[in-house]
Structure formats: C-alpha cells, structure tokens
C-alpha cells in the first residue's frame, strides 16, 4: 500500500499596513505582509498546521523584511 504524506504551504494571505512606517526608509503605509501557512497532509488532506511564513515589503524602497525582522508595531498591526 503506498501513502502520500508530506508538508505543503497553503493559500497566501496578503494584509496592507496603512499606519505603519518602513524602517528603512520611514515612509508610512507602504507595507504589505504576506503570510503562507504550512500544514502536514495526509493523501492531499490538510491535517494539522505546523506554522506560518511571513513577510513584509515596502513598496516605496522594496525592503523585505522576515518575521524576526518585524518591529512591535507590524506584530501589533497583525494581531
């Protein structure tokens, strides 16, 4: 009998951050966070979510940062 189990990221959210400025280049609402969850699957089937991958980008000077980059006020505006 063959089993297909594995890990697959799921569907990408994207949030605007309207009141919160860039570090880099202190512009205010230029940044979008993209979160991807990932989940274990069993034959295609979600079973349980392992974590989540998030990213935010400005879209005025194209810096990227990664969840441990996120200043208190993007995980404030988050939650």
Known sequence: MIFFFG???GETQ????PN??????QQ????TVHQ????IHFFWIKIYKI???RQAECSHCKKVYFKD????????ALD
Do not use: V, W
Request: hydrophobic share 30%.
């Open 51 to 53: 974590g989540t991958f």
């Open 7 to 9: 890990t697959r990221p």
């Open 14 to 17: 994207s949030k605007y951050l």
């Open 20 to 25: 919160i400025a860039c570090d880099h280049c």
């Open 69 to 76: 980059e996120f200043t208190p006020q993007m995980n404030a």
């Open 28 to 31: 205010t609402g230029t940044l």
């Open 36 to 39: 991807t969850p990932n989940f």
